[in-house]
Nanobody, 119 residues
Framework: QVQLVESGGGLVQAGGSLKLSCAASGSIFSINVMGWYRQDPGKKRELVAA???????DYADSVKGRFTISRDNAKKMVYLQMNILKPEDTAVYYC?????????????WGQGTQVTVSS
């Protein structure tokens, strides 16, 4: 069984920084794209950043220049360094990954971690 477990969320003042981590575990053959999404109550879940196994990245316009996504393929982990945080970054952040288990390629979600930015 494959699991994605996030950590690193919390409460921070505007202008501060947080680093989110996500660990993939279970019966994993390979991991393709890994990404971070966020969702505010009553709003649609949106892509924040994504990274391919080769290191190509993509960011939402709202976080470009402030957030950095990275991954450690050997450790099966993905990170999101968030700098110059703004109150509008407040949301539940979800880790997402396309994982091949050896017999199937599926998309997986973590349980989410709350990020709250106070003004």
């Amino acid at each position: 069984q494959v699991q994605l477990v996030e950590s690193g969320g919390g409460l921070v003042q505007a202008g501060g920084s947080l680093k989110l981590s996500c660990a993939a575990s279970g019966s994993i053959f390979s991991i393709n794209v890994m990404g971070w999404y966020r969702q505010d109550p009553g709003k649609k879940r949106e892509l924040v950043a994504a990274i391919t196994s080769g290191g190509n990245t993509d960011y939402a316009d709202s976080v470009k220049g402030r957030f950095t996504i990275s991954r450690d393929n050997a450790k099966k982990m993905v990170y999101l360094q968030m700098n110059i945080l703004k109150p509008e970054d407040t949301a539940v952040y979800y880790c997402n990954a396309d994982i091949h288990t050896g017999w199937a390629l599926r998309n997986y979600w973590g349980q989410g971690t709350q990020v709250t930015v106070s003004s």
